[in-house]
């Protein structure tokens, strides 16, 4: 998936910009319904650059760890504002709800069936911990 145009469009916007990588992959995520894998983040900020698109330092060579922690801290910002809305067990259904579209997403990607079902399981575990 092609996510420069939507990258850009973030980048730009005059008012609620990102400024931070945990915010752009959570506003990537609200409008796209999926998020850039690392790979994909780092390819469509070099395309950005190659078009002469500013690119703020947030995206520039973002490594695993970085980009493992802006994940982590969306996933808990995302728990956290669905807890106060929510009773625990429509919170489980919403959390199960989600985790069937990532999963859907993981297969579009191409991911294996062994490869979804060790992320589902890496995923239910991460989620239970919290």
């Not at 916007?13 to 915010?23: C, E």
């Not at 947030?58 to 009773?87: G, H, S």
């Not at 199960?96 to 575990?125: N, P, R």
Request: hydrophobic share 35%.
């Amino acid at each position: 998936m092609r996510y420069s145009s939507l990258v850009r469009k973030l980048l730009t916007r005059r008012q609620g910009a990102p400024t931070s990588l945990t915010g752009l992959l959570g506003l990537i995520d609200a409008y796209n319904k999926s998020v850039p894998s690392l790979n994909e983040l780092n390819e469509t900020t070099a395309e950005l650059r190659e078009q002469g698109v500013r690119v703020d330092s947030i995206l520039l060579n973002v490594t695993k760890q970085e980009y493992d922690a802006a994940r982590r801290e969306n996933r808990d910002m995302m728990r956290r504002e669905l807890e106060k809305r929510f009773t625990p067990e429509t919170l489980e259904k919403a959390m199960e709800t989600y985790l069937e579209a990532w999963c859907k997403a993981l297969e579009k990607k191409g991911f294996s069936t062994e490869e979804i079902d060790t992320a589902k399981q890496s995923h239910l575990k991460k989620m239970s911990a919290k």
